[in-house]
């Protein structure tokens, strides 16, 4: 079946860690798309990428990163540089950036200690 | 820039009764526009979308929306709810041009459906 995974669903940090979201599609979808959720606040864009080896920062970039070096993947980085991580992340996905249909993961929560 | 607006955080209805969550949008140029449904602890599941055909769009489990332009509008209805239909429900926006085809959501509408 086709999908978008992400691992792990649930990730415990600690406060000045490092921690990578994996998120992989097999719907050979060109776009990708990175959201936080926190309740009361909706979606918001966190960065996405149109094709491979491309990528562009979303409203709230700041103390995350990523890659897009394969088109299956788009590992989001949590750095120790944002202040307040603790949240829900979505990983979504499109067939191209021009189409506005966008499939979604089931979600990785990610808690800080 | 785009945005939508959606009436009410949390709204209750009985199994049964009509379910109406409200969506407002702002665009300069004609929209598409998106309901999604959320599951407690799981992704985002599309609903239904406009996309300039019908104004009356029909989505899955029996949900509908109405695009009106007059009224900015492009609520999410459903004649009967049932137990399975509480949930959370996002509207979203994206404008058409080129590739800026990034979606814009609301904060949400939690649906409860009591007995």
């Known amino acids: 079946d086709g999908g978008i995974t992400q691992s792990p669903k649930y990730l415990f940090r600690k406060e000045g860690q490092n921690v990578t979201l994996s998120c992989e599609q097999n719907l050979n979808h060109d776009a990708m798309y990175w959201y936080r959720q926190d309740p009361g606040q909706g979606l918001r864009l966190i960065y996405y990428?149109?094709?491979?080896?491309?990528?562009q920062k979303g409203d709230i970039a700041e103390g995350y990163s990523v890659s897009r070096e394969k088109k299956e993947s788009f590992p989001l980085t949590v750095t120790s540089a944002q202040k307040n991580p603790t949240a829900f992340y979505l990983c979504?996905?499109?067939?191209?950036?021009?189409?506005?249909?966008?499939?979604f993961g089931p979600g990785t929560r990610l808690t800080v200690l | 820039a785009q945005s939508v607006t959606q009436l009410g955080s949390h709204v209750s209805v009985s199994e049964g009764a009509l379910v109406l969550l409200r969506c407002n949008y702002s665009?300069?140029?004609?929209?598409?526009l998106f309901w999604y449904v959320q599951y407690p602890n799981q992704g985002l599941q599309l609903l239904l979308k406009?996309?300039?055909?019908?104004?009356l769009v029909k989505g899955i489990n029996g949900f509908e929306a109405e695009f009106k332009k007059s009224e900015t509008s492009f609520h999410l209805t459903k004649p009967s709810a049932h137990m399975s239909d509480a949930a959370e429900y996002f509207c979203a926006v994206s404008v058409p041009t080129g590739t800026a085809s990034k979606l814009t959501f609301g904060t949400g509408t939690r649906l409860q459906v009591t007995l």
């Open positions: 990428s149109q094709i491979v080896n491309d990528f």
């Open positions: 406009y996309t300039s055909a019908a104004t």
């Open positions: 979504a996905s499109s067939r191209s950036y021009s189409y506005n249909e966008q499939f």
């Open positions: 665009s300069s140029v004609p929209p598409y």
